[in-house]
């Protein structure tokens, strides 16, 4: 089982009133369940946010370097020979 660390936090009322609202629909069962769930969810944003960076700096690097001679076929096969390396 995973160690669990204790956290205090501070928040508006405004923001307590809200999470109460969410334990009220019955999908969290107290404030720890509802606050791991937005932080999954927030590592999940992040993730997906990195990917699309790398495959945006992908997309630039090709644009940079330029056309090929090279058939499409010629570039997948190219493709698997450096992921068997």
Same mark, same amino acid.
């Given at each position: 089982?995973?160690?669990?660390?204790?956290?205090?936090? #501070?928040?508006?009322? &405004?923001?307590?009133?809200f999470i109460n609202?969410?334990? !009220?629909? &019955?999908l969290y &069962?107290?404030? #720890?369940?509802?606050?791991?769930?937005?932080?999954?969810? !927030?590592?999940?944003?992040? @993730?997906?946010q990195s990917?699309?960076?790398?495959f945006q700096?992908?997309i630039?690097?090709?644009?940079? #370097?330029g056309?090929?001679d090279?058939?499409? @076929?010629?570039i997948?096969? @190219?493709a698997?020979?450096?992921?068997?390396?």
């Open positions: 089982m995973t160690q669990m660390i204790r956290k205090t936090i #501070s928040i508006p009322k &405004g923001m307590a009133n609202s969410q334990l !009220d629909t &019955g &069962g107290n404030d #720890s369940e509802y606050f791991r769930e937005l932080v999954r969810a !927030d590592q999940r944003r992040l @993730e997906t990917s699309k960076e790398a700096m992908m630039e690097q090709s644009i940079v #370097s056309k090929t090279l058939t499409l @076929e010629q997948f096969q @190219e698997r020979r450096r992921a068997i390396k």
